[in-house]
């Protein structure tokens, strides 16, 4: 059974017209992650949530939001998509950071049209 | 530039042994991962190594661990077609940090 599900597994979008992908779990894990990945690019980690606590990388645009609501609902929104946008994006979960293990979605293919 | 560095293709016949290495940069890393990333799909967590290791053996798979060289390898025996798909090392010093990948494809 998928533990870590993202939906929906594609989405295309206009540009500049708001877009929210979501993610769950059902692992109760602490950490839970966003990551965009374009094509033949490493994920790129755009920021996490510990509990409660939203943890931004510095060099993640402002157009990039996230909500996470409860322990297993995590949503990545991305306010104004640019055609630069388009990309895989990568939910995970741990336990902690640091972990022995990160949990990844499917990922959720963003296009923008 | 990346703080993960990978080759990006590698190719091997059926049968024969894989390869992948990767250099990371830093030396507090708790664990090292070797994922593998099918078309289409999220990443599949292979194996993980921690810092205080030199070798995992895991099945086919092998890692071998060089802190002094900051180099890992992740090494597939009786590599097979479906083996075929983006390797990635990451490295984990509070979030966890990915290589560009390396496609693997394994010809007939």
């Known amino acids: 059974d998928a533990m870590v599900i993202q939906n929906p597994r594609y989405q295309v979008t206009q540009f500049g017209k708001p877009v929210t992908l979501s993610c769950s779990q059902t692992?109760?894990?602490?950490?839970m992650y966003w990551y965009q990945q374009k094509s033949s690019q490493a994920p790129k980690l755009l920021f996490h949530y510990y509990d409660k606590d939203f943890n931004n990388e510095a060099d993640t645009p402002d157009n990039f939001q996230s909500r996470r609501p409860n322990t297993s609902f995590c949503f990545l929104d991305i306010r104004s998509p640019g055609l630069g946008d388009a990309a895989m994006y990568l939910c995970?979960?741990?336990?902690?950071?640091?972990?022995?293990?990160?949990?990844f979605g499917q990922g959720t293919r963003l296009t923008v049209v | 530039g990346e703080d993960v560095e990978q080759s990006l293709f590698l190719s091997v016949r059926e049968g024969d042994s894989s390869v992948i290495n990767c250099t990371y940069t830093?030396?507090?890393?708790?664990?090292l991962y070797w994922y593998k990333q099918e078309p289409g799909a999220g990443l599949q967590l292979l194996t993980y190594?921690?810092?205080?290791?030199d070798m995992k053996q895991d099945q086919r798979l092998t890692v071998l661990l060089n802190k002094k060289d900051k180099h890992l390898s992740l090494r597939i025996a009786d590599t097979q077609t479906g083996d075929s798909a983006i390797y990635f090392c990451?490295?984990?010093?509070?979030?966890?940090?990915f290589g560009a990948g390396t496609r693997l494809t394994v010809k007939p």
């Open positions: 995970a979960t741990s336990r902690a950071t640091a972990s022995t293990e990160a949990f």
């Open positions: 190594i921690f810092s205080n290791m």
């Open positions: 830093d030396s507090s890393s708790t664990y």
């Open positions: 990451a490295e984990s010093i509070g979030d966890m940090r």
């Open positions: 692992l109760n894990h602490n950490v």
